[in-house]
């Protein structure tokens, strides 16, 4: 598997990041780096093998339903860019 | 000799005999700050003024016949990617430049509880993403022993604050290496608790299946001492353990007779420098002296694993720092065209090439059509990994190694090629991926350099760990030499 620079054009799409096309073309370089030393993982027959995703046997670790009170407003607000009427402002969603 | 030298036991007993003050310890930490910093550059942020104040609280506190925390007086450096409530946490990247918290880590709740003061928030490889903390938005730190060579990361201001005398101890935080690496780095003590163990509320997200916080300290005892204060079932962190905390300090006794120690020969194969063998070598000849045995053993799947390591520890990371979106606190772009064009302008502009290296490759890697060849490969390849170390330890009580492959590096010599930096974690990584913890503990020197010895424990057995590591230091000197700085 070869990535060009489409794909990362894509990915980064996905990512939600604009890049230069220099940046595109470093980053095209580097995965294909990257993902070229992944595939040495192909070696290995993982077929009867159940995947990791933690290594604590956790699941579904619930709290009581019990309402709390949220963090003041105020002090949510200190760090918003920008703000109206106690609510965090951003630019019009819809034109 | 100075005040920082001393065991925290020796300084507690200064400060109940009033040989010594609060004040005195943070004076001392500050000292070595104005001396050092403007070329060690571990810390990002200085808190100064709350430090004294606090120093003055405790010393009144001092006075009085009150119960004292654990690390009563001690200052304190906190690794940048832990939040502290009013004091700016960036994890040294530019998007979370003017951040201030509003609310503190549990593990900065349990500093206070324990009474140690803050002195300030150390550099760190932005968003805890690289090895030698060159990749920090603001500047690199420079490792104490040479200034023209890396501390290691990401945990890098960490580590050096400590072995420049900067910090009495400080918190960093691992997810595939960024305690041990360092610590080895800058010759002093670094642990990596089990995952789990330690809360991670508060701990600005990375790689969440992995990241843990640990201590960071000049000698063993000191870390079992912080470990005891910080460790413990928190319910603001769905992933901690709800498990008995074992007596740390009391499982300092100097007896290792009888242990069973194990040396994977992937450790000491081709790529480990020979100055960094002939340490490890040298270091198990002296367990073997206290009663020790050691055996070769096989971890067969070790080389498998820093490739499933980066596609899952950078697929949780591009989930993760999906959230840093310039709406609800960092730095905004100015001028958006609309909504869309405010998260691309502002994750542009905010984060630095490695985020964005590794932000893209998870996206990749979880993209639809890739899923199963990478991500879900890698978490497959994870469970062979841990597998390994299960079979280890049913035999061996713990594992012993190298904690890195070689010494530190120069400053910008491996900055060009990302593949060669990940490399250096390559002893690092199996262990976080197992999800067990190990600890750093200096090992030896070459040419000027410090190499640490890498302890590797079962699931939640720190104790074991921290017996053979402080039975070790007991018999060698290689803590107790600082650098000339």
């Known amino acids: 598997?070869?990535?060009?620079?489409?794909?990362?054009?894509?990915?980064?799409?996905?990512?939600?990041?604009?890049?230069?096309?220099?940046?595109e073309q470093m980053f095209t370089e580097q995965l294909n780096a990257i993902l070229q030393y992944a595939e040495k993982l192909n070696e290995l027959n993982t077929d009867d093998v159940e995947p990791t995703t933690h290594v604590l046997h956790l699941s579904n670790v619930m709290r009581e339903d019990e309402v709390r009170d949220s963090l003041p407003i105020e002090k949510v607000l200190l760090n918003?860019?920008?703000?109206?009427?106690?609510?965090?402002?951003?630019?019009a969603v819809l034109e | 000799m100075t005040l920082f030298d001393l065991r925290l036991?020796?300084?507690?007993?200064?400060?109940?005999?009033?040989?010594?003050?609060?004040?005195?310890?943070?004076?001392?930490?500050?000292?070595?700050?104005?001396?050092?910093?403007?070329?060690?550059?571990?810390?990002?942020?200085?808190?100064?003024?709350?430090?004294?104040?606090?120093?003055?609280?405790?010393?009144?506190?001092?006075?009085?016949?009150?119960?004292?925390?654990?690390?009563?007086?001690?200052p304190a450096g906190i690794k940048d990617n832990i939040v502290t409530e009013g004091l700016r946490t960036t994890c040294a990247s530019q998007f979370l430049s003017n951040y201030n918290p509003i609310y503190d880590a549990t593990v900065v709740t349990k500093l206070k509880q324990a009474e140690s003061v803050t002195i300030g928030k150390l550099n760190m490889d932005e968003f805890a993403m690289g090895g030698s903390t060159e990749n920090s938005s603001f500047y690199p730190t420079r490792n104490p022993w040479n200034l023209d060579y890396v501390p290691g990361g990401s945990s890098g201001g960490s580590a050096a604050a400590v072995a420049a005398g900067e910090a009495y101890f400080t918190l960093g935080s691992d997810?595939?290496?960024?305690?041990?690496?360092?610590?080895?780095?800058?010759?002093?003590?670094?642990?990596?608790?089990?995952?789990?163990?330690?809360?991670?509320?508060?701990?600005?997200?990375?790689?969440?299946?992995?990241?843990?916080?640990?201590?960071?300290?000049?000698?063993?005892?000191?870390?079992?001492?912080?470990?005891?204060?910080?460790?413990?079932?928190?319910?603001?962190?769905?992933?901690?353990?709800?498990?008995?905390?074992?007596?740390?300090?009391?499982?300092?006794?100097?007896d290792i007779r009888g242990l069973r120690i194990a040396v994977p020969k992937e450790y000491m194969g081709e790529g480990?420098?020979?100055?960094?063998?002939?340490?490890?070598?040298?270091?198990?000849?002296?367990?073997?002296?206290?009663?020790?045995?050691?055996?070769?053993?096989?971890l067969p799947h070790t080389e498998y694993?820093?490739?499933?390591?980066?596609?899952?520890?950078?697929?949780?990371?591009?989930?993760?720092?999906?959230?840093?979106?310039?709406?609800?606190?960092?730095?905004?772009a100015d001028n958006p065209d609309n909504l869309l064009d405010l998260y691309h302008k502002s994750r542009s502009q905010g984060f630095g090439s490695e985020v964005k290296r590794r932000i893209m490759l998870g996206t990749y890697a979880l993209s639809s059509g890739y899923y199963d060849a990478y991500y879900l490969k890698a978490q497959k390849v994870r469970t062979l990994i841990k597998r390994d170390f299960d079979e280890v330890f049913a035999k061996y009580d713990i594992i012993v190694g190298p904690t890195a492959p070689t010494t530190a590096f120069r400053i910008g010599s491996q900055v060009d090629n990302p593949l060669t930096m990940y490399l250096n974690d390559i002893l690092t990584i199996p262990v976080s991926l197992?999800?067990?913890?190990?600890?750093?503990?200096?090992?030896?020197?070459?040419?000027?350099?410090?190499?640490?010895?890498?302890?590797?424990?079962?699931?939640?057995?720190?104790?074991?760990?921290?017996?053979?590591?402080?039975?070790?230091?007991?018999?060698?000197?290689?803590?107790?030499?600082?650098?000339?700085?």
């Open chain 2, 175 to 254: 997810t595939g290496g960024s305690i041990r690496q360092p610590a080895s780095y800058c010759g002093v003590v670094g642990l990596k608790p089990t995952y789990g163990l330690v809360s991670r509320f508060g701990l600005v997200a990375f790689a969440s299946s992995l990241d843990q916080i640990g201590p960071i300290t000049k000698n063993v005892e000191d870390a079992a001492y912080v470990l005891q204060a910080i460790a413990g079932y928190d319910k603001m962190d769905s992933t901690s353990a709800n498990i008995e905390i074992p007596d740390y300090i009391s499982a300092l006794t100097g």
């Open chain 2, 272 to 298: 480990v420098d020979p100055a960094v063998k002939e340490s490890v070598m040298a270091s198990l000849r002296v367990l073997e002296s206290l009663g020790a045995e050691w055996e070769e053993v096989s």
């Open chain 2, 305 to 332: 694993a820093v490739a499933a390591y980066y596609l899952l520890a950078s697929s949780e990371a591009s989930s993760n720092l999906a959230r840093f979106d310039g709406v609800r606190y960092g730095v905004r």
């Open chain 1, 80 to 91: 918003a860019p920008d703000e109206e009427d106690g609510q965090i402002k951003v630019p």
């Open chain 1, 1 to 23: 598997m070869t990535i060009h620079v489409k794909d990362v054009e894509h990915v980064a799409k996905l990512a939600r990041l604009n890049l230069n096309a220099e940046e």
């Open chain 2, 434 to 485: 197992a999800g067990v913890p190990a600890l750093s503990v200096p090992c030896g020197f070459a040419e000027g350099l410090p190499v640490g010895l890498q302890i590797i424990g079962k699931p939640f057995d720190e104790s074991t760990i921290l017996r053979v590591a402080h039975a070790f230091e007991a018999n060698t000197e290689h803590h107790k030499q600082r650098p000339n700085l």
């Open chain 2, 9 to 74: 036991q020796e300084i507690h007993n200064k400060l109940r005999s009033k040989e010594l003050s609060v004040s005195d310890l943070v004076d001392e930490a500050f000292g070595k700050i104005n001396e050092r910093e403007d070329r060690v550059k571990a810390y990002l942020t200085l808190d100064e003024e709350q430090a004294r104040s606090t120093a003055k609280k405790l010393d009144d506190k001092l006075a009085s016949n009150e119960p004292k925390g654990l690390l009563f007086g001690l």
